[in-house]
């Protein structure tokens, strides 16, 4: 007989092989990718961990704490063996993983394949589309983590806890996510502790919760072993209490909601987990109850979030899927025929397809070169660099990590906002929308060069106020001298009155 792999398997190696030539996984689309690879770079060259930023003007020499600076490092030895090739890789292994893993989570409860491969695509789905970024490693280790716990709570098996600090040693040098599987952990921990109390099981708490809660402790100093110690939940803290991520100022940060693609997801998975745990003939534990509401409450909070809460739903669906008539139906009885091994010779030959369409296409697909040229200052770093330009750069926070990476000239802000707090951010972002201080922002900051979006009220106001004229007006952004600054290059003069933006920005 000859050797066969099982469907699952062959999918998480199709998703691999769709998504690793992608340009879009590499990570160019993304503003944080450019300086996440720079000290990936400098890591490497170096052989240590920068102590101070060197790459703003603005915040020269001041302390920084570089927490995720293994992820950094690996983004950057992938794009130094294979350039965006590397990095599209190296995203699309980590998302193969998290899959992988999730997919184990729901077999500790279903003993379909098919079924659990679907309930973990479909609570990963969105993970599939992301750009090669640190919080990659943060997806991958909440799935480990449920799956982690959810083989204990399956086979009471003590030992895979062991596991938990091993994890979370790696996780909190990989990205700071990590607080979230801490979170997760000490959560479910409590919540096994008022299932027991409730449902008048004490035994539960000591061969359950115990165990939980000596895991979560030792998971908790071990997430000291790093460059930091204890300075990486500072850290963690920071990022926490700044108001650009509450208010929603980052995109990624923003409030989900249904209108877009990863809020609908939300709404579906949620809605799922919700409607199996009402469907299944075993009445779900308060336990987990009470996990899915907190998961879903959370989740509607931030985008960035809600990917890790569906992550974390897995075993919730899983283990409520199971007893429901609908499982039964689809996934027991006629239906397990489905759930059968392919020849390995059939499936090598249709992941090679797959493989040589998925490196044709992304040589021919020209998606991500496009977004970057419509929103990365792509034609304005050759302008600078044909014209040999320099200066104390104003520019946008999205475009300072490409400053940064293709200029090589010291910005004003990026998109480190641990960094540059909220009020560095907030006083450009008022003086970009033209609000009053305006112009004591500008004279306070003193630039050369103002490199700033072409719909910007204050591009207006600083070409209006005579004191900076216009050079270049690329698909995006502008870039403005100070008058008195190289007068060789000759003034790019357009209409104002056909461009009603100001009045829209201050009404």
């Known amino acids: ?219 908790t100093l071990s997430t000291i072993l790093n460059p930091y110690g204890w300075g990486a939940w500072v850290y963690a803290f920071e990022i926490a209490s700044l108001k650009s991520s509450s208010a929603g100022i980052v995109d990624e940060w923003a409030a989900t909601s249904i209108k877009a693609e990863v809020g609908l997801n939300f709404f579906l998975i949620t809605s799922a987990m919700f409607v199996a745990m009402a469907a299944a003939r075993q009445r779900p534990r308060i336990a987990q109850l009470l996990a899915a509401v907190a998961l879903c409450a959370i989740g509607w909070s931030a985008v960035r979030i809600s990917l890790m809460s569906t992550i974390l739903m897995v075993p919730i669906l899983a283990s409520s899927l199971r007893s429901t008539s609908f499982y039964d139906l689809a996934f027991n009885g006629d239906g397990r025929r489905y759930d059968r091994l392919i020849p390995l010779p059939v499936a090598v030959g249709v992941l090679a397809a797959l493989a040589s369409l998925s490196v044709w296409l992304g040589r021919i697909d020209q998606t991500a070169a496009r977004h970057v040229t419509a929103n990365m200052p792509e034609q304005e770093v050759r302008f600078m660099q044909a014209h040999q330009i320099e200066g104390r750069i104003l520019n946008a926070p999205e475009a300072g990590g490409y400053l940064i990476r293709k200029l090589g000239q010291k910005v004003s802000l990026d998109t480190r906002l641990d960094l540059y707090g909220d009020r560095a951010l907030f006083e450009y972002l008022f003086a970009r929308r033209g609000e009053v201080g305006w112009r004591e922002y500008i004279e306070r900051m003193n630039p050369d060069v103002v490199l700033i979006n072409n719909q910007a009220a204050l591009r207006q106001l600083l070409s209006g106020a005579g004191e900076y004229r216009l050079v270049f007006e690329g698909a995006t952004y502008s870039i403005l001298l100070k008058n008195s600054m190289r007068l060789d290059i000759p003034t790019v003069f357009t209409d104002l009155h056909n461009n009603p933006i100001l009045s829209k920005l201050k009404s």
């Open 1 to 219: 007989m000859g050797y066969a792999i099982s469907i699952p398997f062959v999918v998480l190696l199709a998703i691999f092989a769709y998504r690793a030539p992608s340009p879009s996984a590499s990570g160019i689309i993304d503003p944080d990718y450019y300086w996440h690879l720079g000290y990936g770079d400098w890591i490497i060259q170096n052989g240590r961990l920068p102590t101070e930023d060197f790459w703003s003007w603005t915040f020269d020499g001041h302390a920084y704490r570089l927490t995720q600076w293994l992820g950094e490092v690996a983004m950057a030895f992938a794009n130094q063996m294979g350039g965006t090739l590397g990095t599209s890789t190296l995203s699309a292994l980590l998302v193969t993983l998290t899959l992988a893993a999730s997919y184990k989570t729901a077999r500790c409860f279903l003993d379909n394949r098919l079924a659990a491969l679907a309930v973990s695509i479909g609570c990963n789905a969105i993970l599939i589309s992301l750009s090669c970024r640190p919080h990659q490693f943060t997806h991958l280790g909440l799935a480990v983590l449920t799956w982690i716990v959810a083989s204990f709570q399956i086979t009471g098996n003590r030992r895979v806890l062991y596991f938990i600090p091993v994890l979370m040693a790696i996780w909190v040098n990989l990205h700071g996510g990590y607080a979230v599987g801490l979170a997760y952990l000490w959560m479910m921990t409590g919540l096994v502790v008022v299932d027991a109390f409730i449902s008048k099981r004490p035994d539960e708490i000591r061969a359950v919760a115990v165990p939980l809660a000596i895991a979560a402790v030792i998971g």
